[in-house]
């Protein structure tokens, strides 16, 4: 029997399969009690051109302090950062990894935001 965390990995790895076929950039996103984190990878994988997270200095300021990345509104705040980064790097397109995560709560609102601020998935 797989734990609840290997069977999330599963999942993940499968994904990360069919988007390396693609061959885009991807949106992943990782999630914990405390904090999200999405960043987004180059096409063949090697290189990270963007990052955000709630736990930068910055972005914990302007939340209100520790403690309140763990909440949509935190993931809303990311997805838009994430986003305003990746275009400045020059990428609007990319494939979209939940890292197996459902798609439910942060992680759809992360990719909304992101959506709304013009990334493309």
Do not use: C, P, W
């Not at 963007?50 to 736990?55: H, L, N, Q, Y």
Request: net charge positive.
């Amino acid at each position: 029997m797989l734990s609840k965390k290997e069977q999330r990995l599963r999942r993940a790895r499968q994904t990360r399969i069919r988007i390396a076929n693609q061959g885009v950039a991807r949106l992943t996103v990782n999630r914990t009690n405390l904090h999200i984190y999405a960043s987004v990878i180059s096409g063949d994988g090697g290189k990270v051109l963007a990052t955000a997270s709630t736990a930068e200095a910055e972005i914990r300021q302007s939340l209100g302090g520790s403690g309140k990345g763990g909440n949509i509104a935190a993931a809303q705040v990311i997805g838009k950062r994430l986003a305003e980064k990746a275009k400045a790097v020059g990428v609007d397109k990319v494939a979209f990894d939940r890292a197996g995560f459902a798609y439910h709560g942060r992680v759809k609102a992360l990719a909304d935001a992101a959506r709304e601020a013009g990334l493309q998935f």
